[in-house]
């Protein structure tokens, strides 16, 4: 469900904006205003539908004329040449947004089949498979929105709804930090964890990012929300499990650092509750989906 539709709506409009401009040259040229054409937006290739909203947002803002209803299921399991929308209405409107709802369809449809190969990747092991906030500027409400779609959770939406400490947070706060109570070694790592508590509102959840076993026992007495298992081999992770489930209430434990389709099975059966990974946003492949005309 996309809740944000305000800022979906200006993505939309900039979309519309920057490729028709002052109008299209083409079909203005070749088709009479009450020319019609029906199509079919179809699929090329096996994927997870994700962007039929949004489709229908933009011809309800942008193609008045247009009857636009889609043929199936968002987060359905697409087959190559499965019909997933339909359109009816005047050619230059039609003409006018098929790029734009295709680059829509291409990105999200996208990211939401990487993430569900994910997700199938650790099925069974009781891993949560997490986003980050490596996103298209602009697209963050959607590129989330696609990670739920194939199955997979967001991790925090922005920098203001959860504290994460991480290793630039850590090497500029320093053991020496003005207000910090320094101790040798990783042990400072507790005390940012303390400040951290103390300087957020209740409800607001505190992680930080660890590198090490060594830092990992270290921080642990503090008793982060969340630990960051960052780039950790994967018997340090089994450790890690280990001994934070010796706790009543353990952390939850997150891995992350360069996970790939190849090894995120075996970094969920390390018993860790969350991966996250960068690349169900940033690197995601485009779905290929055309728009055919079929009267």
């Given at each position: 469900?996309?809740?944000?539709?305000?800022?979906?709506?200006?993505?939309?409009?900039?979309?519309?904006?920057?490729?028709?401009?002052?109008?299209?040259v083409?079909?203005?040229?070749?088709?009479?205003?009450?020319?019609?054409?029906?199509?079919?937006?179809?699929?090329?290739?096996p994927?997870?539908?994700?962007?039929?909203?949004?489709?229908?947002?933009?011809?309800?803002?942008?193609?008045?004329?247009?009857?636009?209803?889609?043929?199936?299921?968002?987060?359905?399991?697409?087959?190559?040449?499965?019909?997933?929308a339909?359109?009816?209405?005047?050619?230059?409107?039609?003409?006018?947004?098929?790029?734009?709802?295709?680059?829509?369809?291409?990105?999200?449809?996208?990211?939401?089949?990487?993430?569900?190969?994910?997700?199938?990747?650790?099925?069974?092991?009781?891993?949560?498979?997490?986003?980050?906030r490596?996103?298209?500027?602009?697209?963050?409400?959607?590129?989330?929105?696609?990670?739920?779609?194939?199955?997979?959770?967001?991790?925090?939406?922005?920098?203001?709804?959860?504290?994460?400490?991480?290793?630039?947070?850590?090497?500029?706060?320093?053991?020496?930090?003005?207000?910090?109570?320094?101790?040798?070694?990783?042990?400072?790592?507790?005390?940012?964890?303390?400040?951290?508590?103390?300087?957020?509102?209740?409800?607001?959840?505190?992680?930080?990012?660890?590198?090490?076993?060594?830092?990992?026992?270290?921080?642990?007495?503090?008793?982060?929300?969340?630990?960051?298992?960052?780039?950790?081999?994967?018997?340090?992770?089994?450790?890690?499990?280990?001994?934070?489930?010796?706790?009543?209430?353990?952390?939850?434990?997150?891995?992350?650092?360069?996970?790939?389709?190849?090894?995120v099975?075996?970094?969920?059966?390390?018993g860790?509750?969350?991966?996250?990974?960068?690349?169900?946003?940033?690197?995601?492949?485009?779905?290929?989906?055309?728009?055919?005309?079929?009267?």
């Amino acid at each position: 469900m996309i809740e944000q539709w305000d800022q979906v709506d200006r993505l939309i409009d900039l979309a519309v904006e920057e490729d028709l401009g002052p109008g299209d040259v083409t079909s203005h040229t070749l088709f009479d205003p009450d020319v019609e054409v029906r199509a079919d937006y179809v699929v090329r290739e096996p994927a997870v539908l994700c962007g039929g909203p949004v489709l229908g947002r933009l011809f309800e803002r942008h193609g008045r004329d247009a009857d636009f209803h889609l043929c199936a299921d968002e987060g359905a399991a697409l087959s190559p040449g499965d019909c997933v929308a339909r359109v009816h209405g005047p050619a230059r409107g039609v003409f006018a947004l098929e790029r734009v709802s295709l680059n829509f369809l291409y990105r999200m449809a996208g990211v939401a089949t990487l993430t569900r190969r994910f997700v199938d990747a650790v099925a069974g092991t009781g891993a949560e498979i997490l986003d980050t906030r490596k996103t298209c500027p602009g697209w963050h409400v959607l590129d989330k929105y696609a990670v739920r779609v194939g199955g997979g959770r967001n991790h925090r939406t922005g920098l203001y709804d959860q504290v994460l400490i991480k290793d630039n947070h850590i090497a500029a706060a320093g053991a020496n930090a003005p207000g910090a109570n320094a101790a040798p070694g990783d042990e400072h790592l507790r005390e940012l964890v303390n400040r951290a508590r103390a300087g957020v509102p209740e409800g607001i959840r505190i992680e930080i990012e660890v590198d090490t076993l060594a830092q990992f026992d270290a921080v642990l007495p503090a008793r982060p929300d969340i630990l960051l298992l960052d780039n950790m081999p994967l018997d340090d992770m089994r450790r890690a499990v280990a001994r934070a489930r010796t706790l009543p209430a353990p952390p939850i434990l997150e891995a992350s650092g360069g996970v790939t389709l190849d090894t995120v099975r075996a970094i969920a059966e390390t018993g860790v509750d969350w991966i996250s990974v960068g690349a169900l946003t940033h690197s995601a492949p485009s779905v290929n989906f055309a728009l055919e005309i079929v009267e």
